[in-house]
């Protein structure tokens, strides 16, 4: 088994001229540290002062071939401790904030005195020794810090309010302290131990303080130091040889207030025994963990819906989603203005670069060709998502903080403009429960004056909202594609910077956990993470260089599911498939090797022109399809909502596949187009080319040919019937 060492660091120890100090020291000592051995030499109230105590600590280490130095300073004076530190070693690497005294009283003859000078030293003392310490520790990415609390602290003690205060207070530094330099390697940790000291005589018998040695203390306290323990923000009872960790435990509790009565003290003694009963009790391990519970307790106010909370209605929001509400619902219309700076620092935030000169017309407005990357369209669209407008949903009682983006579909209709108005219209098209969270699909069609410029459908989820019994999934979601089981066609990498986030933000998604390292560490990240559509532009830019020339017409649609988080200065790297006009891939960050992006692709628009394809094909149906796809564009939006329907169409020739077509009368302002459905269809039909033609010109009946075997129907049979008004009135040569 390896001894763990501390050779070349430096340990500060607080009140070790005795007791469990000097265990500490010695130990530190022995193991390879130089130790800083800080006694003021008082007795045990505080008064009085002696080099003796110290000296003698320091001559025990350095007979035994240790290093060590004494400082003599009141712990009030912290950064003269350190300084010794720094003056006989150089650096300061683990502060054990031990130094304590007692002025024992029962409550009432407490006085100003004893009060203030416990806190002085206990309380004040390890934050000014720690405060000295803080930053060499952090410049350093290395620090290891005890705090010293006491069972009197964490329980209470007759005749020691003074000492139990200051003693949970240092309880919670040490936990603040655990969050603001865990992303520097500096570690907190808080012990309560009982061992035999000066200090204990007076509440033990002398028996018990001799049963207690600080050698049963001191191991934990090392291994707690030591550069390969990651423990952090803990609190451990020790003593006698034994060691337990502590937590916090909250019950379940009740929710006293209803919608529409206030509360009373009367509500609260009703439900006494529901906020006492520890039964199903929770362990909240951080402030986060603690709020959530206010912000679903809130939810469940406002959707008027049950008084009380349970063990899986604590973490879920399931009487705060009705879909019946909430589908269908209008969210107020978003307006976004732009001139050309708006598209070139969106360009500039997926990575472009004037280094590359096919990029220089996604940078310079100047250019002759000018243009916005196709991506840009999520832009015009997210204040719908991020404007509040979800909040004034009916049956989206939520919590917000806990919303992450799951999935995004993007599908253009006409190149971006490179400045203008856009206005979008957002609508929650369904809401599905995981179980462990909710699924909210919002769809956001985006204008410039009364075209229709592009189409978003947001995927969000919503953590611990799942639960109100609703369906899994939905025929509204735009589907993710696995890529086919080979290897890729393309890869394409781009390293992103370390300041690719605060560059991306500019175009408008402000959430700090982008910007702020202490609000990521908040989020369980050890610095700030790209944001998911960054990442998402860098992807369609491969595609878009590597199949379409970096032609925007070319694109049509891309949908993904955002995996895992990156972290900006890593490398995105792109593997790509190409399957007729669809692009299916995947992303990467390649220092990890984990999928960033999974389920993606990107659909482009059809390479050779359809009277081409119709010259080649030799099928009379593709005149059809080409005339309904012109004469819908001027009644699109009117069909849609219409028909609200997506048909796919398998054209047969001589028994085998020749074609197929998508009619898409549910998104957007409704379309016409060659090839396969992107997402989903509602119905699925096939026959042969000449059927097909004998069935626009009224020579064959439907119904015949689907009970002779003509035509083939699957899917939603019943929405069929919608089909004869655009075979009758849009399909005539």
């Given at each position: 088994m390896d001894t763990l060492r501390f050779d070349g660091r430096v340990v500060l120890v607080t009140g070790a001229g005795g007791g469990l100090g000097r265990t500490y020291a010695l130990a530190f000592a022995e193991r390879g540290a130089s130790v800083v051995v800080n006694d003021l030499g008082g007795d045990i109230k505080g008064d009085g002062k002696s080099t003796s105590a110290a000296d003698k600590v320091v001559e025990e280490i350095k007979a035994k071939g240790g290093k060590a130095v004494a400082n003599y300073d009141s712990v009030e004076a912290g950064e003269k401790l350190v300084q010794t530190a720094l003056d006989a070693f150089g650096r300061i690497d683990i502060v054990i904030n031990n130094a304590g005294i007692l002025r024992d009283r029962s409550f009432a003859r407490i006085s100003d005195a004893d009060w203030d000078i416990i806190h002085k030293v206990h309380l004040r003392g390890s934050f000014q020794v720690t405060r000295a310490a803080w930053n060499h520790m952090k410049n350093q990415k290395f620090g290891r810090i005890i705090m010293t609390s006491s069972a009197a602290g964490i329980y209470g003690n007759f005749g020691q309010a003074n000492y139990s205060a200051a003693k949970l207070g240092l309880v919670g530094l040490s936990n603040t302290l655990a969050i603001e330099g865990k992303k520097y390697n500096v570690l907190c940790n808080a012990i309560a131990p009982t061992a035999g000291s000066r200090l204990t005589q007076t509440v033990m018998p002398q028996d018990l303080v001799d049963a207690l040695k600080p050698e049963y203390v001191a191991p934990l306290v090392l291994w707690l130091c030591h550069e390969s323990c990651q423990e952090n923000g803990s609190l451990f009872e020790v003593g006698a040889g034994w060691i337990g960790k502590l937590r916090w435990e909250r019950s379940i509790g009740s929710i006293i207030r209803q919608q529409n009565r206030p509360m009373t003290p009367e509500g609260v003694r009703d439900e006494w025994t529901k906020i006492c009963d520890f039964d199903n009790a929770t362990k909240p391990e951080t402030i986060q963990e603690s709020t959530s519970t206010l912000y679903e307790a809130l939810s469940a106010i406002d959707s008027g819906k049950g008084i009380s909370m349970n063990p899986t209605s604590q973490r879920t929001s399931s009487s705060s989603i009705?879909?019946?509400?909430?589908?269908?619902?209008?969210?107020?219309?978003?307006?976004?203005?732009?001139?050309?700076?708006?598209?070139?620092l969106y360009a500039l935030g997926v990575g472009m670069s004037t280094k590359d000169p096919d990029h220089l017309k996604f940078l310079y407005e100047g250019s002759e060709d000018f243009c916005c990357l196709p991506t840009f369209g999520v832009i015009l669209s997210q204040a719908s998502l991020m404007g509040g407008g979800l909040s004034s949903v009916p049956g989206l009682s939520i919590d917000f903080t806990r919303l992450l983006h799951g999935e995004q579909y993007l599908e253009m209709y006409k190149p971006i403009p490179t400045s203008g108005e856009m206005t979008s219209e957002a609508t929650v098209a369904d809401v599905l429960d995981k179980g462990s969270g909710a699924v909210i699909l919002l769809d956001v069609?985006?204008?410039?004056?009364?075209?229709?410029?592009?189409?978003?459908?947001?995927?969000?989820?919503?953590?611990?909202a799942g639960g109100f019994g609703g369906k899994r999934s939905s025929t509204k979601a735009k589907e993710t594609a696995s890529p086919p089981n080979r290897p890729p066609d393309v890869v394409a990498s781009d390293v992103t910077t370390c300041d690719q986030a605060a560059l991306y933000r500019l175009s408008g998604d402000w959430n700090p956990l982008h910007i702020d390292p202490s609000f990521a560490a908040l989020g369980g990240f050890e610095r700030p993470i790209l944001h998911g559509l960054c990442s998402f532009g860098f992807s369609a830019r491969h595609v878009l260089k590597h199949f379409a020339d970096n032609d925007v017409t070319k694109f049509k649609a891309i949908k993904v599911r955002f995996a895992k988080p990156v972290l900006p200065g890593q490398t995105l790297q792109t593997e790509m498939w190409k399957e007729g006009n669809r692009i299916f891939l995947q992303t990467k960050v390649k220092e990890t090797g984990e999928i960033a992006i999974a389920g993606a692709y990107v659909d482009l628009a059809a390479t050779v022109s359809n009277q081409e394809s119709i010259q080649d094909s030799g099928l009379q149906s593709e005149l059809v399809f080409e005339e309904i796809s012109r004469r819908i564009k001027d009644v699109g939006e009117q069909m849609v909502k219409k028909v609200n329907a997506v048909f796919q169409w398998d054209i047969t020739k001589g028994g085998n596949t020749a074609a197929q077509w998508t009619i898409d009368l549910k998104n957007g302002s409704g379309e016409v187009y060659r090839g396969k459905v992107r997402g989903r269809a509602d119905t699925f039909f096939t026959l042969s080319d000449q059927d097909f033609m004998d069935l626009v010109l009224g020579k064959l009946n439907p119904q015949k040919a689907f009970f002779a075997g003509k035509l083939k129907v699957k899917g939603n049979i019943m929405l069929s019937q919608k089909l004869e008004v655009i075979l009758k009135d849009y399909a005539k040569l």
């Open positions: 009705d879909p019946s509400q909430a589908i269908g619902q209008k969210l107020p219309p978003t307006v976004f203005s732009y001139s050309h700076v708006q598209p070139v069609h985006t204008y410039c004056g009364k075209e229709l410029i592009c189409y978003n459908q947001f995927s969000v989820f919503v953590v611990g």
